[in-house]
């Protein structure tokens, strides 16, 4: 059980962070009306307002490399906490941003998932 939860953790940030830094709009897919962002302390909530603020941000591109994924089953029938840590690489930046990101994964009937709850700081210092 331990193991799939893990291999579910990592394949769902890999392919966050793919479409993040390839196809940001595609990342509506993965919330619904109920979604919650928070994203360097602002809370955003559904699908359409998340959607606005991640296509917002102030770069069109970047890379993210993940250093840490940890997951874990939530109280929430199937669902799971996954908790990543890493750094973020912007163009024309020589500097890495390190940053700190949580998802709740809810499981649907299709057989995957969506993004509940998702928590966003870079890390300073």
Do not use: W
Request: glycine share 8%.
């Amino acid at each position: 059980m331990e193991e799939q939860i893990d291999l579910v953790g990592k394949a769902f940030v890999d392919h966050y962070y793919h479409l993040f830094d390839n196809d940001r709009p595609a990342l509506s897919s993965l919330y619904q009306p109920s979604s919650m962002l928070t994203f360097e302390g602002q809370k955003i909530q559904g699908v359409e307002d998340i959607t606005a603020k991640l296509n917002q941000l102030p770069f069109d591109q970047c890379r993210h490399v993940v250093s840490t994924i940890d997951s874990q089953p939530s109280s929430f029938t199937g669902g799971i906490v996954v908790f990543v840590s890493g750094s973020l690489q912007l163009p024309g930046e020589e500097h890495h941003l390190r940053f700190s990101q949580m998802f709740h994964l809810i499981p649907v009937p299709q057989g995957n998932f969506f993004v509940q709850n998702d928590m966003f700081r870079l890390n300073y210092g």
